[in-house]
C-alpha cells in the first residue's frame, strides 16, 4: 500500500546491514567482494527478499557482477538475452521497478518465465549509480507472490542511497593511494637518478645532460627501465671498497 509506514524494527535491521556493510569496506577488500557484501546485506535489510544480484552496465552491456545464489544469475541472464526486464528498466530509467510475477508476463515474458521456473515469485530492482565505472541496478528476489510492499521499495531506496555513497568514497580513497603511491614511486625513481648522474658527473667531468644520456644508452642497450640503471648503477658504485 503506498504511503505505509517503514517499521522501527525495518529501520534496525536495515541500520545493522548498514554497519556491518561499512565494517566490511573498511577491510579494504576487493571489489568483487564488497559486491557480494551489498547483495549479502540488501536481502538482510529489506523483509521478502531471498535473493539478491547487481547487475552492471559495462560499456552498454549487463551483466551480474555478484549475488548471492546461481538463481539469481540465471534469470538475470534472461533479462540480458531478451534485453528487456525489470532490472534493465531500473538501470535505464534510474527508478525502482516492483513486480508481482503474476502480473509481469506480458511486459516481459522472458523473464517471468525463468524467473517461475526457479520459484521465484517476486522482485524489486532500484538503479545503482556509483560513478561512470560502476552503474546498473540492485535486484531483490522473492520466493513470495507478495510483489513486495512499498515499504520495501522505500527500504531498497536507502539502502542504495547509502551503498552509492559508501562505494564511490572508497573507490576515491583507493584512487587517492593509488595516486599517493605512484608519486612516492616517481620521487623514488627521481632521486636515484639525480644520484646516479651526480656520480656520473663528477667521475667522468660531464654535464648533467651527458649523464642522462648515457643513463639511456645503457638503457636501451640492456631493455632494462632507466631507473633500474640507475639504482643498479649507485648499488654496484657504493659497494666498491673505498681506498684509504
Given at each position: 500500500?503506498?504511503?505505509?509506514?517503514?517499521?522501527?524494527e525495518?529501520l534496525?535491521e536495515?541500520?545493522?546491514?548498514?554497519?556491518?556493510?561499512?565494517?566490511a569496506?573498511?577491510?579494504?577488500?576487493a571489489?568483487?567482494?564488497?559486491?557480494?557484501?551489498?547483495?549479502a546485506?540488501?536481502?538482510r535489510a529489506?523483509p521478502?527478499a531471498?535473493l539478491?544480484?547487481?547487475?552492471?552496465i559495462r560499456?552498454?552491456d549487463?551483466?551480474?557482477?555478484?549475488?548471492?545464489?546461481?538463481?539469481?544469475v540465471?534469470?538475470d541472464?534472461?533479462?540480458?538475452?531478451a534485453?528487456?526486464?525489470?532490472?534493465?528498466e531500473a538501470a535505464?530509467?534510474?527508478?525502482?521497478v516492483r513486480?508481482?510475477?503474476?502480473?509481469?508476463?506480458?511486459?516481459?515474458?522472458?523473464?517471468t518465465?525463468?524467473?517461475?521456473?526457479?520459484g521465484?515469485?517476486?522482485?524489486?530492482?532500484?538503479?545503482l549509480?556509483?560513478?561512470?565505472?560502476?552503474s546498473g541496478?540492485?535486484?531483490?528476489?522473492?520466493?513470495g507472490?507478495?510483489?513486495?510492499?512499498?515499504?520495501d521499495?522505500?527500504?531498497?531506496k536507502l539502502?542504495t542511497t547509502?551503498?552509492?555513497?559508501?562505494l564511490?568514497t572508497?573507490?576515491?580513497?583507493h584512487?587517492?593511494?593509488?595516486?599517493?603511491?605512484d608519486l612516492?614511486?616517481?620521487?623514488?625513481?627521481?632521486?636515484?637518478i639525480?644520484q646516479?648522474k651526480?656520480?656520473l658527473?663528477a667521475?667522468h667531468?660531464i654535464s648533467?645532460?651527458?649523464a642522462?644520456?648515457?643513463l639511456?644508452?645503457?638503457?636501451?642497450?640492456?631493455?632494462?627501465?632507466?631507473r633500474?640503471v640507475?639504482?643498479?648503477?649507485v648499488e654496484?658504485?657504493?659497494?666498491?671498497?673505498s681506498?684509504?
Open positions: 500500500m503506498t504511503g505505509e509506514p517503514i517499521l522501527p525495518h534496525d536495515l541500520t545493522a546491514a548498514m554497519a556491518d556493510l561499512t565494517g569496506l573498511e577491510t579494504e577488500p571489489e568483487a567482494e564488497i559486491l557480494d557484501a551489498v547483495c546485506e540488501a536481502v529489506v521478502g531471498d539478491a544480484s547487481i547487475t552492471a560499456d552498454g549487463p551483466e551480474t557482477a555478484a549475488s548471492t545464489d546461481d538463481r539469481a540465471e534469470i541472464k534472461a533479462q540480458y538475452a534485453a528487456a526486464g525489470p532490472c534493465l535505464e530509467t534510474g527508478k525502482i513486480v508481482p510475477l503474476a502480473t509481469a508476463g506480458a511486459e516481459w515474458p522472458e523473464f518465465a525463468r524467473a517461475r521456473e526457479l521465484v515469485g517476486s522482485y524489486l530492482a532500484a538503479p549509480r556509483v560513478d561512470e565505472h560502476l541496478a540492485l535486484n531483490l528476489f522473492g520466493y507472490d507478495h510483489g513486495f510492499a512499498e515499504t521499495s522505500q527500504l531498497l539502502y547509502v551503498v552509492s555513497f559508501g564511490r572508497t573507490r576515491r580513497y584512487q587517492a593511494r593509488r595516486r599517493t603511491s612516492e614511486a616517481a620521487m623514488r625513481s627521481r632521486a636515484v639525480e646516479a651526480g656520480i658527473m667521475v667531468r648533467a645532460d651527458d642522462m644520456k648515457r639511456v644508452t645503457e638503457s636501451q642497450h640492456t631493455n632494462v627501465k632507466v633500474d640507475a639504482a643498479r648503477f654496484e658504485l657504493s659497494s666498491v671498497p681506498r684509504g
